[in-house]
């Protein structure tokens, strides 16, 4: 015979395994034996233990299941006392796998959590990094800009000076020139001209003054630019967020609804199996055969255990 760790079966009393009193006392000792160790999911060792545990109660579920079978095949008037033996085996040890093993299925769950989190997280830093790298370019530009424009100025002041040096060089020569023809001419001359550099001074004065103030008026303009910009790129990385859970969600309530459906769809092909088979067992009951005989006929059937002979559900 088969043995495991969790069960030894050449100390097993089949029969009175399935049809007395002691499959309650077996499955408790399983139960003891699955429970006995303390599992962890903080190392790979521990969650290798949870699985293994886990697959020798499966492994225990099938050896008492085939027994089952065994004494069915070879005592017949016992197969409803066996059959429902079984079910409280196998119902009882895929809970008690479940159980065994629920560390182990928590932490691969919050594992996969963890996982996603960091993965999100790490793309929103990304889009934040490139949104600055993109602001500080634009920044270095518009310093250039405000550079080129600072070395033009600079070049028309320097060519209006030129230019009025040139103009004053000109009028002293035309001055001394004309000293000889009218001395108060070239006095009156002498004062427009002064007048006209005042003028001149106090509009280049005012050119630059409102040239300073243009640049300040541009370049609180362009931090304004760039701190929009920022908080675009922060609220798209957001909604890419949000949009990421949302769909996680949508899989999750989707995966729980077929999950649904599949139970009501087993439990509703259960009872009309039941069904069927009530009606069955009155037929056979109506006809002649005992209560409990009928019931055992029928159940026979069903199992597939009656050669040429099915019930068509």
Do not use: C
Not at 115 to 124: C, G, N, S, T
Not at 169 to 182: H, L, P, T, V, Y
Not at 207 to 228: G, N, T
């Amino acid at each position: 015979m088969e043995s495991t760790e969790l069960v030894v079966i050449e100390q097993l009393n089949v029969m009175d395994v399935f049809t007395g009193d002691s499959l309650t006392d077996l499955l408790r000792e399983i139960e003891t034996k699955a429970k006995g160790f303390t599992p962890t999911v903080e190392h790979a060792k521990g969650r290798k233990q949870i699985a293994s545990m886990a697959h020798k109660v499966s492994k225990s579920k099938v050896v008492l299941d085939n027994l089952g079978k065994e004494l069915v095949a070879d005592w017949k008037a016992n197969a409803k006392k066996v059959d429902e033996s079984r079910k409280i085996a196998r119902d009882r040890l895929d809970a008690l796998r479940d159980e065994v093993r629920q560390p182990l299925t928590e932490w691969e769950e919050a594992e996969a959590a963890r996982e996603a989190a960091e993965k999100l997280a790490k793309e929103i830093e990304a889009a934040h990094e490139t949104a600055l790298a993109e602001h500080a370019l634009w920044l270095r530009q518009k310093d250039i800009e405000a550079k080129e424009a600072e070395l033009a100025r600079q070049e028309e002041e320097r060519r209006q000076k030129a230019e009025a040096e040139r103009i004053e060089k000109e009028r002293i020569e035309r001055e001394e020139q004309m000293k000889r023809e009218a001395s108060e001419l070239a006095r009156k001359q002498a004062e427009t001209e002064a007048q006209a550099k005042i003028a001149e001074a106090e509009r280049k004065e005012r050119e630059a003054k409102e040239a300073a103030a243009k640049a300040e008026r541009d370049r609180i303009a362009a931090e304004e630019r760039a701190k929009v910009e920022k908080e675009m790129a922060v609220k798209e990385a957001e909604r890419k967020a949000k949009e990421e859970a949302d769909r996680v969600e949508r899989e999750r309530l989707a995966s729980e609804a077929n999950q649904k459906a599949i139970d009501e769809a087993r439990q509703a092909d259960v009872a009309h199996k039941k069904k069927l088979n009530n009606e069955a067992v009155a037929a056979l009951v109506a006809n002649g055969i005992g209560q409990d005989q009928a019931k055992q006929i029928i159940t026979l059937i069903a199992k597939g255990l009656i050669d040429n002979v099915t019930i068509n559900y």
